[in-house]
């Protein structure tokens, strides 16, 4: 998992510096996967690796480690730290310094571009580390059972995985924007609430109302606020892809949104907020202006898991956010054979 970038480049440009925390490697029951990341500072911790009590003994470790060179402590997760997991995790401490390193700078060029590549940490039996970032012209110089692990993991768009050879341990991590897009509009009581519960998930959330002065001043960073006189318009703008979400203040914007919508061939999903009767009505007169049947299968109406029928904002919010998450395909994952032998599977 590598969202810890975008964060990461927050605190350098306000000057913070921070530990990172993270899961370089799973024995059994774990709270969290590998490559699970948490950015600790001296006043507050952003991200998670899971576990209340691994986690507290994790920040409690990094806020007095601050300049330290790299180093990794093993956590068996049973009553000795308050865990009932019965699993073992090894978690990797580093200091991140404000401005930044070779192997950082490039990291993150290759997660705005969205060019592969995969961030390779190594720790030897006695503790010296070693980084370097992977990408096809670095075949040469990588240890080549570590690059052949790298090569499949970003050719299969899988997860962070720990590979061993001899006394070393390395942690591929693949630099990849793994997060899906939003197309929100609408910020009424449904919108607002939808929006607290999926900026909490690996998603890039662009929230669209045609009111003046609608957003709050502070959204998270993966919403992007669009105030527009035109919300309709804003569909063109989307990239493929896009999951859309319509829920405005009118009935006859929904419908031109929707309309816009369902002419693109290349949208993940598209919900609209109603009950069967309001999709009916749409679809009647969508069926009018010549739309094909094929496109007006791909409308969803009413929106939400099935299952949650309450009518409440919050409760709306997470039957959608759910729905959402089944209709994502679950992407390919690494696992790690006897004799460090790299297999990809389908989880």
Known sequence: MTDWLPELRKLQEAGIDCVRVTVMDARGSAPREIGATMLVTAEEVHGSIGG??????????????????????????????????????????????????????????HFASRT????????????????????????????????????????????????RSGDVRTLLEPIMDRAFAVALFGAGHVGSALVSVLV??????RWIDGRRDIFTSSLPGNVTPIESADPAREVLAMPAGTSYLVMTHSHALDYEICEQ???????????????????????????????????????????GIAGVDGK????????????????????????????????????
Request: proline share 4%; glycine share 8%; with cysteine.
């Open 261 to 303: 919508i369902l002419m693109r061939d290349d949208f993940a999903y598209c919900g609209l907020i109603g009950s069967r009767a309001k999709r009916r009505r749409f679809e009647k007169r969508l069926r009018g202006q010549g739309m094909p049947e094929s496109k007006l299968e791909k409308l969803t109406c009413p929106i």
């Open 116 to 163: 592969p590549a995969v961030l390779a940490t190594s720790i030897a039996a006695n503790g010296a580390c070693s980084r370097a970032l992977l990408t096809e012209a670095d075949r040469h110089h990588a240890d080549a059972e570590v690059f052949e692990a790298a090569r499949r993991m970003a050719a299969a768009n899988s997860r962070a995985v720990c590979v």
């Open 200 to 205: 909490n998930l690996d998603c890039r959330i």
């Open 52 to 109: 209340g009590q691994l986690e507290y003994e994790c920040t409690r470790i990094a806020t007095k480690e601050f300049g330290s060179t790299p180093f990794v402590r093993t956590f068996p997760l049973g009553a000795a730290l308050g865990q009932c997991c019965g699993g073992v995790v090894d978690v990797l401490f580093e200091c991140v310094p404000v401005q930044g390193t070779d192997w950082l700078t490039r990291a993150q060029h």
């Open 312 to 347: 409440r904002p919050g409760e709306i919010a997470v039957a959608v956010a759910a729905e959402l998450l089944t209709m994502r395909q679950l992407p390919s994952t690494c696992s790690i054979e006897g004799g460090g032998n790299v297999r990809l599977v389908r989880r």
